[in-house]
């Protein structure tokens, strides 16, 4: 025989046995989230005048929040009637398994947290490790995102940071670059120009002093190296503008910059 269940009547019993404790749940845990967010703002804001590093003052402000909503989430449990300790014993235990199944991730957290406080690195320095290289645009909990200068983007787990060697060149780089002269030209003059060109160019610092002088005496010319200072940013374009203003000048002045050559002798064996 079929059960007549009057839901309505159910729905009312329960409104009035549950509903006050669980709107009260519901407003704590809006409050709770309300509150985390401009408790976040202002730890976000004093952290921020502190000159704090950007990494470690995100991964604070974000501690602060979640910290603030479990503590509201456990506040609307509670208000519910519901026992909060054999929760977080459950909580434990499943934490655990979470923790074994989640080993890569976890390892990689404490990783970012080894390279926050450690510093080896910072958003804006040029690095180089494990085969890539590039400027460092941010450095989150889990991965380290670095840019090349044609844009494109690497990113790299922190867990295959920690413990390798790495090359960081700061935020400033030096250019590598060289010339070759005719064996004829005049070598002091050609190093003077070469001076004048990169004391014009603004993108070339000041310090370090650039270096320029001879470096090879080649087949053909006499190679000038040519090592000036740029910023990280300022790398790429610094070679092709001075190359493009060596070329200018040089021609300007008539000092040549010669073809490689090769000098053949054919001997004839006489009869």
Known sequence: MPLNIDYVNLLIDFTKAYGTKIFSALVVLIV??????????????????????PPVRI????????????????????????EIMPIVAGLGVAG?????????????????????????????????LLGVYGEVISIDLFSTTLMHADRSLVIVPNRKI???????????RQCDFSVGIAYSADVKRAIEVIN??????????REPVPIVGVATLADSSIQIAVRPWAAVKNYGAVQSAIYQ???????????EIPYPQQEIRILRKSL
């Open 196 to 205: 004048e060109i990169l004391k014009s160019n603004e993108l070339i610092l």
């Open 96 to 128: 655990v398994g979470i923790g074994l199944a989640m080993q890569g991730v976890l390892s990689n957290a404490m990783a970012g947290l080894t390279i926050i406080f450690s510093k080896p690195y910072r958003v804006g320095e040029y690095i180089e």
């Open 162 to 172: 920690v413990g390798e060697i790495l090359h960081n060149y700061g935020s400033i």
């Open 59 to 82: 991964l604070l402000v974000r501690i602060a929040h979640i910290t603030i909503l479990l503590f509201a989430l456990l506040l609307a449990v509670q208000n519910l009637g519901i």
């Open 245 to 255: 203003e060596i070329i200018n000048r040089f021609r300007s002045l008539q000092i």
């Open 32 to 53: 709770g989230y309300f509150v985390g967010r401009w408790i976040g703002k202002v730890f976000d804001k004093t952290l921020r005048s502190r000159q704090l590093e």
